[in-house]
């Protein structure tokens, strides 16, 4: 039975396994027609020379593809006819073992793309130092007209298969999965040893795919010798978009090694639950008996001669009556003991900790509520007096809360079977569980009810925040923080009104948004404004729609990522970077909870300060901050340049570069573009000047050098912008004039 059970749950996490890695090979078949339909990297690939400004258009926009892909390491393009390899982080030549090694990884199939685990590094072109396993996708493309096809790579974290996987280990001692692609080559090995949890990549194979029997159905098992004699089960599920075949070796020993422990402890612990019981339950019935066993004794036991008819019966109503307020009073505590177990089990459960509930959905369903849902919806409640701000100790604030629940359980109760939590003393929440992923029809207006209802019967004021809909209990807690964030950042506009979270998500471009989050955050981190990351996440996390825990924690490990890549030229020693990447790390799937999702990313965060900090003491503060200063008010001239600098401070160009960017952050020509950027910026709003006058005026004697320059920063043309900023500026102005309160 143990093995039976093993084997059926093994090949049901192999077949989930496979639609994560059909989903992922669908996307990545995405990611290269995007590269082919987009007209920057689709001319990179049709060119047969070498021209760097058709490769930096190239490399923006397989950076934003990157950026939007969370678990994407890089995305690359080679053309065949220029030898250039363009990637998202690079570009540069290919040498002959480079070119061998892609075309041969694709030669001997009739399929034009390929799966293989490698080694890639921070400088992605040598791949030399710093060396992180990687799941490359390699797609032949074909855009010129004959000569030999050119490649999309697209490179995925090893993390993405490693937590596809994880869910495997079910025992303790040796175990191995192995992935093989089409061609039947086992071209990732993924190993644990004894206690350990994790699985990790090895070069040892302990089946070699020569010695496998032919697998005919997509799905199933069969035992085999290993290479040490070991017998083992080995279940396995093929992929059928991808093409992979992924194996499951788990020996025998390991499955049934702690049968005869597991059958000692159960009978020991069933006979001290037994005894225990029996005690309980003697006790029990002893203390409920004991007004009885007294009435026996002094009435039936031991006649009295001398008792007036009645105390007989006087004095058994009074005995009975004491068991009656014995056993009211159990009962009161009995109730009060499950109110507050579902009360603590509700929070658990929005707060993401109900995994740590033994049976939670057996514990959560004697409570009534359903983690079984398809979807659910979180509904937040914030409700406040007119009048006068109200205690807990005053009567009524409990009237008023007692009559929030009523009226919410009473109207919300019909679209479902709510659960309603008090997380402070104005705010209620309501889980509202779903059959379909779509709000109730005249759910928002059925919630204007209870606004109303509050307001003309208790005088208070009720603002209603509608959350997005989540796809099962796991996306409760995301649901629940978002939906939080979204009220208390739109109470303003929103105030005693009904309205949805994506409302507020609306007024922004939110894929532009997220991805530059990365570039807010390095912003604030230059400037060593802590309080700022921290709003910055939260607004991210509330701009966050139809997005799973999962998803959201793979977003922000990637922006953690970017960030490191950001500040890379200010690491000095291996030991801060090592220090870095084990907090980053840490942002995998195995956090339970938004909060620590956000705990986690404010601590790398302030480990990136800090290093920053340090670095920038350490260098020539006084040097740098004076040449700063000059090219704040020297920006205009063209002749500026990092020699003329280092001149004016004694030093070589290279040094002074070198503490430069230490102390700011920035290399020396981002910064001076930085400055001729804002200040064009502000021209183009607050002045009516011709382009190429601006241009001039910063130190820019190219005007079609500055459109290029301003295209980059701002992703608009200089005339795009001032149309766009004048606009906004005269709406606002318009704002202010209907509005007696501005």
Do not use: W
């Amino acid at each position: 039975m143990q093995i039976r059970t093993a084997q059926q749950s093994s090949i049901r996490q192999l077949e989930q396994v496979c639609q994560m890695t059909d989903m992922l090979y669908e996307q990545m078949r995405s990611i290269s027609h995007q590269i082919l339909q987009n007209s920057s990297t689709n001319s990179c690939l049709s060119s047969t020379g070498f021209d760097r400004l058709r490769e930096a258009s190239a490399g923006i926009k397989l950076r934003e593809i990157q950026t939007s892909n969370p678990y994407v390491r890089y995305v690359s393009l080679y053309n065949s006819a220029s030898n250039r390899f363009v990637s998202s982080s690079t570009a540069d030549f290919l040498t002959d073992s480079d070119i061998q090694y892609y075309y041969t990884a694709l030669s001997g199939t009739e399929y034009t793309d390929i799966c293989m685990l490698r080694l890639i590094g921070p400088d992605y072109a040598t791949q030399l130092m710093r060396t992180k396993y990687v799941y490359s996708f390699v797609f032949q493309v074909q855009v010129r007209n004959g000569g030999t096809p050119d490649l999309v790579v697209i490179d995925v974290d090893e993390d993405y298969f490693s937590s596809a996987i994880a869910n495997l280990r079910n025992a303790s001692g040796f175990q191995q999965v192995l992935i093989l692609n089409r061609k039947n080559e086992a071209f990732s090995s993924n190993t644990v040893y004894d206690d350990s949890e994790t699985f990790t990549q090895s070069t040892y194979v302990s089946l070699p795919p020569e010695e496998l029997p032919e697998l005919q159905d997509t799905s199933g098992s069969f035992s085999q010798k290993l290479g040490d004699g070991t017998e083992a089960l080995i279940t396995y599920a093929k992929a059928p978009y991808s093409g992979f075949t992924i194996l499951n070796i788990v020996p025998y020993s390991n499955i049934y090694s702690g049968l005869p422990q597991i059958a000692v402890i159960t009978i020991l612990v069933g006979l001290l639950v037994l005894a225990f019981g029996t005690f309980v339950s003697y006790r029990t019935s002893a203390r409920l008996s004991a007004p009885i066993e007294i009435l026996y004794r002094n009435y039936v036991k031991k006649p009295s001669t001398d008792r007036r008819a009645g105390n007989e019966l006087d004095q058994l109503s009074k005995a009975f009556s004491e068991i009656y307020a014995k056993a009211d009073k159990l009962e009161q505590g009995l109730i009060a003991s499950y109110s507050d177990s579902k009360k603590r089990s509700i929070q658990r459960l929005l707060h993401g900790e109900y995994g740590q509930i033994p049976d939670y959905v057996e514990v959560y369903k004697k409570f009534g509520i359903d983690l079984l849902a398809p979807f659910y919806c979180i509904i937040m409640i914030h409700s406040v007096s007119q009048e006068n701000a109200m205690s807990p100790e005053d009567s009524n604030y409990f009237i008023c809360s007692y009559a929030l629940e009523n009226i919410t359980n009473e109207v919300v109760g019909r679209f479902g079977k709510i659960v309603t939590y008090r997380n402070s003393k104005n705010m209620l929440a309501v889980l509202l569980p779903l059959r379909h992923n779509e709000y109730p029809k005249r759910l928002e207006t059925e919630l204007l009810r209870v606004s109303d209802v509050m307001a003309n019967e208790f005088s208070m004021e009720t603002t209603i925040c509608i959350g997005n809909i989540v796809e099962g209990s796991a996306n409760i807690n995301m649901c629940y923080e978002a939906t939080t964030i979204a009220l208390e950042y739109s109470s303003i506009h929103n105030r005693g009104k009904v309205f949805f979270a994506d409302e507020a998500a609306q007024r922004i471009n939110l894929n532009q948004y997220h991805n530059k989050l990365h570039m807010k955050l390095a912003e604030h981190i230059r400037n060593e404004d802590i309080d700022a990351c921290s709003q910055e996440f939260d607004l991210a996390l509330s701009y966050m729609t139809n997005v799973s825990f999962a998803t959201a924690i793979a977003y922000f490990n990637h922006v953690m990522m970017s960030l490191m890549d950001d500040f890379s030229t200010t690491f000095t020693d291996d030991a801060s970077y090592g220090i870095l990447i084990d907090k980053l790390n840490q942002i995998d799937r195995s956090l339970p909870n938004v909060h620590m999702l956000r705990r986690r990313c404010m601590e790398f965060v302030i480990l990136l300060i800090q290093h920053l900090n340090i670095n920038r003491k350490s260098g020539n503060e006084q040097a740098v901050e004076t040449a700063r200063l000059y090219i704040d008010k020297n920006y205009a001239n063209p002749d500026l340049s990092l020699r003329m600098l280092a001149d004016m401070a004694g030093l070589s160009p290279a040094y002074f570069g070198k503490i430069f960017a230490a102390q700011t952050a920035y290399s020396f020509n981002d910064y001076l573009t930085n400055t001729r950027m804002k200040k064009a910026a502000q021209l183009l709003v607050e002045t009516k000047l011709p382009i190429n006058q601006i241009s001039e005026s910063i130190g820019i004697l190219n005007t079609n050098y500055f459109y290029s320059v301003f295209k980059k920063k701002f992703s608009m043309t200089p005339l795009a912008y001032r149309r766009a900023n004048t606009a906004s500026k005269e709406d606002g102005v318009a704002d202010g004039k209907s509005d007696p309160d501005n």
